[in-house]
């Protein structure tokens, strides 16, 4: 009796007892459906802050040593593309005012920093404004709007031989026409910050019992500031790629007329000299409407 019954406790436990060679498999299977722990960010806020100067210096680096490896290596002719060494010579002999007039490279940066600085000024006490009332009321909008959309996207050359009939060929006919390049971005750039202040933020001042003018001054202008400093940016961009064509009437100095009259005697030394001239400054500005945007509107991408 007692022999049977451990034989008939013993067999329910071998047969229920797991194969050895089942127990790394079905390990294997509960690793697979267990959750997987989630990396943590190693950051947070918005997808792509932070600084960016060492991969921009290791870019400049890279175009530089292919630019002197293309030139060095004869792949690309010197009329189409000189080398580093020349365009450097180029440099240093337009700084001692071996150009077309024996005018020194820092006159003709002067003069054409003055032409872009005073048409971009103008643009600003003009456009912005224009920008404003186009945002805040319709009759303005109905009246400029269309004007602005028409000459727009017109480039400079088409209207150029216009402004020379008018104002002549002196410094007026070139600042007239930065100008112009430089108002329709701003003016639409100050339409569309208006266009995005909350409407909360106009009723709760109206609820305070605000006049139209203080609803202006105090709430409409601070949160449409950011799109205007970017109009800004983008207005004195188009300014310098509207140089050239200003200094083609009938400037004697400039960097513009430097480039052109290079252009004329296939000095592509001189041409590339010049076009990075004109970038280095262009992004100089830019280096400092930045610092002032920071300044201006400290909040710009927190909210």
């Not at 071996?98 to 003709?108: A, F, N």
């Not at 269309?146 to 017109?154: D, G, S, V």
Request: hydrophobic content about 50%; aromatic content about 6%; glycine content about 6%.
């Amino acid at each position: 009796m007692n022999s049977t019954t451990a034989t008939a406790v013993t067999k329910p436990a071998q047969e229920t007892t797991m194969p050895p060679t089942t127990r790394p498999a079905a390990t294997a299977s509960a690793q697979a459906t267990a959750p997987r722990r989630r990396r943590r960010p190693r950051n947070y806020g918005a997808p792509g802050q932070g600084s960016t100067w060492l991969i921009s210096t290791i870019t400049l680096v890279a175009l530089l040593l292919l630019w002197w490896i293309a030139t060095g290596l004869h792949w690309i002719k010197p009329l189409f593309l000189p080398t580093p060494q020349a365009t450097l010579d180029a440099l240093i002999g337009a700084l001692h005012g071996q150009t077309q007039g024996d005018t020194p490279l820092v006159q003709h940066v002067l003069i054409s920093l003055s032409r872009v600085m005073a048409a971009f000024l103008l643009a600003v006490v003009t456009a912005v404004p224009v920008g404003l009332a186009m945002g805040t009321s319709r009759l303005v909008r109905g009246i400029a709007d269309p004007i602005i959309e028409f000459y727009r996207p017109l480039p400079p050359l088409a209207y150029l031989p216009l402004i020379v009939i008018w104002l002549g060929i002196d410094e007026s006919a070139k600042v007239t026409l930065i100008y112009l390049a430089c108002f329709a971005p701003l003016a639409m750039a100050s339409k569309a910050g208006v266009r995005s202040v909350a409407i909360e933020q106009i009723n709760a001042a109206r609820s305070l019992g605000a006049s139209n003018w203080q609803v202006i001054r105090m709430v409409v202008f601070p949160a449409a500031l950011p799109e205007i400093l970017t109009g800004m940016r983008i207005a004195v961009g188009f300014g310098w790629t509207t140089l050239v064509a200003a200094e083609m009437v009938a400037a004697t100095a400039g960097i513009g007329q430097m480039v052109l009259n290079a252009s004329n005697f296939l000095r592509t030394d001189i041409v590339i000299m010049g076009i990075i001239v004109i970038g280095v400054l262009a992004y100089l500005i830019d280096l400092l409407m930045r610092k002032m945007e920071q300044k201006l509107i400290p909040w710009k991408g927190k909210m």
